[in-house]
């Protein structure tokens, strides 16, 4: 969805190495999420934020902090990157129907490799 | 949140029409069924999101039995595009602080 845009889409890194992606929405929506994806694995949720003031762990936090800069942008680091860390990340984006059911919106994802 | 379960993996020929069956048994009073679409690398995509008895859109219908505790997406007459894995959710309406979970969906492959 092109409302969701995440820099890089690719990155190569050493151990050790401290980066960060970033991701960019213009969807105007308070929920963000970033996501990691193993080959063959579904979706386990990193971090999430309802709104700019809140950040929550998701199911493996563990290694990952993240910063909501503004209510479009949600950037994830790797603080000491580690070869486990190699994987597809996804971020998205939410909002909430009439029937408050929620719907969520996922950017392009980056594919990082950690040697 | 409920748990969902649903096959690993189902194979289908082209034209034929899927059915892909989530259970859900605890799902509660106030739980919403929402399906997702995921291509290789690339980020899950919205198919159709329903409460109760059945919800048609321009890609799939999801049907939802009157004791909820499962559900079936319905893929009419598939193609090869439409290799992918489906991904069932289930998401509480009035408590929308906890984040929806996504397992390890259901690889659909469409042979021609």
């Known amino acids: 969805d092109a409302d969701v845009t995440q820099t890089p889409r690719n990155r190569i890194t050493k151990t050790g190495k401290r980066i960060m992606l970033e991701c960019s929405q213009t969807?105007?929506?308070?929920?963000m999420y970033w996501y990691r994806q193993d080959p063959g694995l579904g979706l386990r949720l990193i971090y999430y934020?309802?709104?700019?003031?809140?950040?929550n762990k998701g199911e493996i936090s563990d290694g990952y902090s993240v910063s909501r800069q503004a209510q479009a942008k949600f950037s994830l680091s790797l603080e000491s990157a580690i070869p486990n860390q190699t994987a597809l990340y996804f971020c998205?984006?939410?909002?909430?129907?009439?029937?408050?059911?929620?719907?969520?919106?996922f950017g392009p994802g980056t594919r990082l490799l950690v040697l | 949140l409920a748990k969902t379960t649903q096959p690993i993996s189902m194979d289908s020929y082209e034209g034929q029409e899927v059915n892909i069956t989530c259970s859900h048994n605890?799902?509660?009073?106030?739980?919403?069924i929402t399906w997702y679409q995921q291509f290789p690398s690339q980020g899950p995509r919205f198919i159709i999101q329903?409460?109760?008895t059945k919800v048609t859109n321009e890609v799939a219908s999801l049907f939802i039995p009157a004791d909820r505790k499962s559900s079936t997406l319905s893929l009419p007459r598939v193609s090869l595009s439409d290799t992918a894995v489906y991904y069932c959710?289930?998401?509480?309406?009035?408590?929308?602080?906890?984040?929806?979970?996504f397992g390890k969906g259901t690889r659909l492959s469409v042979i021609a």
């Open positions: 605890n799902i509660a009073t106030n739980d919403y």
């Open positions: 998205a984006t939410s909002d909430f129907g009439e029937a408050a059911q929620e719907t969520q919106y």
């Open positions: 969807k105007g929506h308070d929920r």
């Open positions: 959710l289930v998401g509480d309406r009035h408590s929308g602080n906890t984040p929806l979970v």
């Open positions: 329903g409460y109760k």
């Open positions: 934020s309802f709104d700019v003031k809140d950040i």
